[in-house]
């Protein structure tokens, strides 16, 4: 079946340090990727998608290529700030009949100090 | 544009009773709307889903008669956990998306304690 594989966390960094979350996974096809970010006391947030081999997904800073040689969607950011302090998710797309689900990785914590 | 609301944001209930989440699209008609359990340092694993006017389709191992899902309209599913106990005390998460759309809006939880 499709699974999500990131990092654990927590991430600690300063900030302006650069950010790198690890994220696998194993699907059958050609899944389409996300990235979603948590909030703390909040809802998840849609950051960035991927829709096939190649794509890069970028928002806010934060970038991650689609590789599906490696099968790997690493979540990357070059200056980290206090306020991208949350959890993140890496997941993948499951398409049935009409709609599709979303299937996440465990999250990963990031953690950024001033 | 693309809000989804929860409601409550936190309850407090004693075993044995039965608790009602509410999600609705605020601004936007949901064909589809997910429901999700999210354990402390976990992942949101996918509990149904459900689409306007249909019975809802559980993820293996979700017992379809302790958490009840209706959709009864396009900007309205509620979930019903029946005869809540603390192993029940979780935070729950829904979503919303559109017809033929794959991306999912997401609502900012539902705290559940059963005491």
């Known amino acids: 079946g499709n699974s999500v594989t990131q990092m654990e966390g927590p991430v600690t960094l300063s900030e302006e340090a650069f950010l790198t979350i690890n994220c696998t996974y194993t699907a059958t096809g050609y899944p389409s990727l996300f990235w979603y970010v948590q909030y703390p006391g909040e809802g998840l947030q849609l950051l960035l998608k991927a829709t096939k081999a190649d794509d890069k997904g970028s928002n806010k800073g934060f970038e991650a290529t689609y590789r599906k040689e490696t099968t790997s969607f690493h979540l990357e950011k070059g200056s980290v700030q206090v306020s991208d302090s949350a959890v993140y998710f890496c997941a993948l797309i499951r398409k049935n009949s009409g709609y599709s689900t979303l299937t996440f990785g465990k999250g990963t914590m990031l953690l950024v100090s001033p | 544009g693309a809000v989804v609301s929860q409601h409550p944001s936190r309850v407090i209930c004693k075993s044995g009773t039965s608790v009602k989440i509410e999600c609705r699209s605020l601004?936007?008609?949901?064909?589809?709307m997910f429901w999700y359990r999210q354990f402390p340092k976990q992942s949101l694993m996918l509990m149904a889903t459900s689409n306007e006017g249909s019975k809802a389709t559980y993820e293996q191992g979700v017992e379809k008669d302790k958490f009840l899902i209706n959709h009864a309209s396009l900007t309205l599913s509620t979930l019903t956990v029946t005869s809540a106990h603390p192993e029940d005390s979780s935070f729950y998460i829904c979503s919303a998306s559109l017809a033929g759309a794959y991306e999912q809006y997401f609502g900012p939880g539902t705290r559940l304690t059963v005491t």
């Open positions: 601004d936007f008609q949901a064909t589809t």
